[in-house]
């Protein structure tokens, strides 16, 4: 389907964690594959628990999945051990949502670079300093900030520190997880600006992690929207927000408030009702048929494949293509009223 | 629309003595809101909106000295200068209050149905068996699956969303005239959101609650408010009604929040519009206008007289800015 070489892809991956109930398994990631070329930005989306920051913390090493292939440039990191593993790990960053616990408070801003420096072998005192500077310069900081403490800088400016960290390491993949969220609208947007400058001038791949699907509307060129440790849709941006066709995409973008109250007063109920289900007792079938409001029996019965209803997008549905064809969601008879707006 | 006003705020001003700085964190705020009403009050991180609803009401941490000077009316009682024990009756009773992180303001050893009927019992002079029931039908008026499992379960066995249902419940518990809700679904998803805000406008249907709502979200204040005031450093930059501030901005940063916001015809890979530099680091009271250092429009003036509080050509809506009561047409003052 690609016609670029990806840079990364990860093949049916699962991680799963030890449930508190007894010889149960939460299945926080299970069976995703995603893709990303050369100095793309690629947007993961869903609700909170849906397995983002495992799927995420799987691809950098932090987590150890179960199954599944994770591969840059084609080599396959499950085939590495030991030292080779590491340094062809290192060509993926992560940066975290807080970058507060990603920073030591006792090391100056420079002094974390340069580890960070230090680890590619570059010892050379002079040739360190330049390019801690150059680094700051790149994320947009000045020089003064390298004799900083993390905790004399504002939240916006951390993340900042955090991304030029990541890329001392001259990495070809960021994972990218919700680095905005804890950020001020106006500092946000300063931040995302980084990401696509650095895109555009680095060509450093991106795997943006975010609930905010606005932002990654407009930062990424294609989206997977995932649900219970699934993907449900990908496809380009344009064709994911303009064109959605999985049941729980359609939700989701729903359910975005407007800043307009003339568009807000027209709201009538919640898109979507109640939480998502526990990753330990995932419901059969299709795992979003308990809140869809497609649902028939047959969603019950087997897991829906992806549909593929365009080029590159994709619907794990089974009514992926009537959606598609119809643009409107089937309510099938008699109408599942709920009861309740929590599950 | 005639309602009852409830609460009437004037020039507050809220002086925090900690061990390491005197800071003003409100400077000179007011506003009001009526029955069956809600105010948002919007504003980035630090800008003081938490510390505005919550150091009159006695509910700042300890280590921490306030003082407080202005006027705030509650109905007819003056709350500031009020003693603390006629402060804790209006808590919890015709006050009520939401927080941020529910995890923080529910007790993790007792369950659900006693929290919520302690309230009853305390505010409502229940006896234990009639407040065992109200918890049950509270939990059913803001919609509770399986209410009543719910009330024997403990707070951290509930999704993040129930759990601003049972605060909520809490909350509501007494019937208050006025309910403070600071930032109730920043921690939820927007579909969870979604859900909040549609019970809290039902609520208040039902009690004719007035309702301060506390977030950074446009989104959620056009879902919910009829009136928003815009802090920024501790003062209001701008106040009126909804359909107007958010349709038509027209103080400088009220216009650059609501043009921050990504529109849905920004094209991907398109760069992020927002502001330059970031809020100031509150202090020493700032002389000047607080946003001016951000300000495209700024002049000389700016950062030296602190700007009022005034009118606008639309008399409903209030701006801190002289600049565009200077241009005298609000939103056809044009940015950049
Ligand atoms: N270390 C862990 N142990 C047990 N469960 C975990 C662990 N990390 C995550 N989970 C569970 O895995 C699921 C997915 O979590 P996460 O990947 O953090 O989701 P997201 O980032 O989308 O919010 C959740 O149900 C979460 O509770
Ligand atoms: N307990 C406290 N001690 C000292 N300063 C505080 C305390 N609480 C808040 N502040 C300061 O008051 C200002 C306003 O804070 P807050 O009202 O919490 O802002 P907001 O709710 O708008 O994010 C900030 O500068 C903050 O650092
Ligand atoms: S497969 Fe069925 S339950 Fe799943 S999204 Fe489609 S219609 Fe809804
Ligand atoms: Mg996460
Ligand atoms: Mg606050």
Redesign the pocket.
């Given at each position: 389907m690609s016609s670029t070489k990806s840079v990364l892809r990860v093949e049916n991956l699962v991680t799963r964690f030890k449930s508190v109930e007894r010889g149960k398994w939460v299945k926080a990631v299970d069976g995703v594959s995603i893709e990303l070329r050369p100095g793309e930005i690629v947007g993961l989306v869903g609700e909170s628990g849906c397995g983002k920051s495992t799927l995420g913390r799987s691809i950098v090493g932090l987590e150890r999945p179960q199954s599944g292939r994770i591969l840059l440039d084609d080599i396959d990191l499950s085939g590495l051990g030991g030292r080779k593993l590491r340094e062809t790990r290192r060509a993926i960053q992560y940066v975290f949502q807080d970058p507060y616990a990603s920073l030591n408070d006792r090391q100056t801003i420079g002094e974390a670079i340069t580890e960070a420096l230090v680890i590619i072998g570059i010892h050379d005192r002079t040739r360190q300093r330049r390019r801690v500077h150059e680094l700051l310069d790149q994320v947009g900081l000045p020089d003064t900030v390298a004799e900083r403490y993390p905790r004399e800088l504002s939240g916006g400016q951390r993340q900042r520190v955090a991304i030029a960290r990541s890329l001392a390491v001259e990495p070809r993949v960021l994972i990218c997880d919700e680095p905005v969220s804890a950020l001020d609208l106006s500092i946000r947007s300063q931040v995302m600006n980084l990401f696509l400058t650095l895109q555009k001038d680095l060509g450093v791949a991106c795997l943006f992690i975010a609930h905010d699907l606005a932002l990654v509307r407009q930062a990424a060129s294609r989206v997977y929207v995932m649900y219970l440790g699934k993907i449900v849709e990908q496809g380009t941006s344009l064709d994911v927000y303009e064109r959605p066709t999985h049941p729980y995409t359609r939700a989701l973008l729903a359910s975005i408030p407007s800043a307009d109250p003339r568009i807000e007063a027209t709201r009538e109920v919640p898109a979507l009702l109640g939480d998502i289900p526990s990753p330990t007792n995932p419901p059969s079938g299709c795992r979003f048929r308990t809140r869809c409001p497609s649902a028939v029996e047959a969603c019950a019965v087997a897991e829906p494949p992806t549909v593929w209803v365009g080029p590159g997008h994709g619907a794990a549905c089974i009514f992926a293509a009537q959606i598609r064809a119809t643009e409107v969601v089937p309510q099938p008879e008699p109408q599942r009223l709920p009861q309740q707006l929590s599950a | 629309m005639a309602s009852k006003e409830i609460l009437r705020v004037s020039d507050l001003c809220v002086d925090?003595f900690?061990q390491r700085?005197v800071?003003r964190?409100v400077d000179g705020v007011s506003y009001s809101v009526a029955a069956g009403e809600t105010l948002a009050i919007v504003?980035?991180?630090?800008?003081?909106?938490?510390?505005?609803n919550f150091a009159p009401l006695g509910l700042?941490?300890t280590?921490?000295n306030v003082d407080l000077s202005g006027s705030i009316l509650f109905n007819d009682t003056e709350l500031v200068g009020i003693a603390e024990p006629a402060l804790r009756k209006l808590r919890g009773g015709s006050i009520g209050t939401i927080f941020q992180d529910p995890m923080s303001a529910l007790n993790p050893a007792r369950t659900i149905g006693r929290q919520i009927a302690e309230v009853s019992e305390l505010h409502m002079g229940l006896s234990s068996s009639q407040a065992e029931s109200r918890a049950l039908d509270l939990l059913k008026l803001v919609r509770m699956s399986d209410p009543d499992a719910r009330l024997k379960q403990y707070p951290h066995e509930l999704s993040g969303g129930l759990r601003q249902r049972v605060m909520i419940a809490i909350a509501v518990a007494a019937e208050p005239q006025l309910l403070i809700a600071?930032e109730p679904t920043t921690a939820l998803d927007v579909t969870v959101q979604a859900q909040i805000i549609a019970l809290l406008k039902d609520l208040q249907k039902r009690l004719n609650m007035a309702i301060v709502l506390?977030t950074h979200d446009m989104g959620v204040v056009a879902g919910i408010a009829s009136r928003v005031a815009v802090?920024y450093a501790?003062r209001v930059a701008e106040y009126g009604p909804v359909g107007d501030v958010l349709v038509e901005p027209r103080h400088p940063y009220t216009m650059g929040l609501i043009d921050a916001i990504p529109r849905a015809d920004d094209a991907p890979g398109s760069l992020f519009r927002g502001l330059p530099g970031a809020p100031p680091?509150?202090g020493a009271p700032i002389p000047g206008c607080a946003f001016a250092p951000r300000c495209h429009a700024a002049i000389e003036s700016c950062h030296i007289t602190r700007p009022a509080l005034v009118s606008t050509v639309q008399p409903l809506v209030s701006a801190a800015c002289p600049i565009i009561n200077k241009h005298n047409h609000g939103g056809a003052y044009v940015q950049h």
């Open positions: - | 925090l900690t700085s800071i964190p504003g980035e991180s630090g800008s003081g909106k938490t510390v505005l700042m941490p280590g921490v600071d506390i802090m501790g680091i509150l």
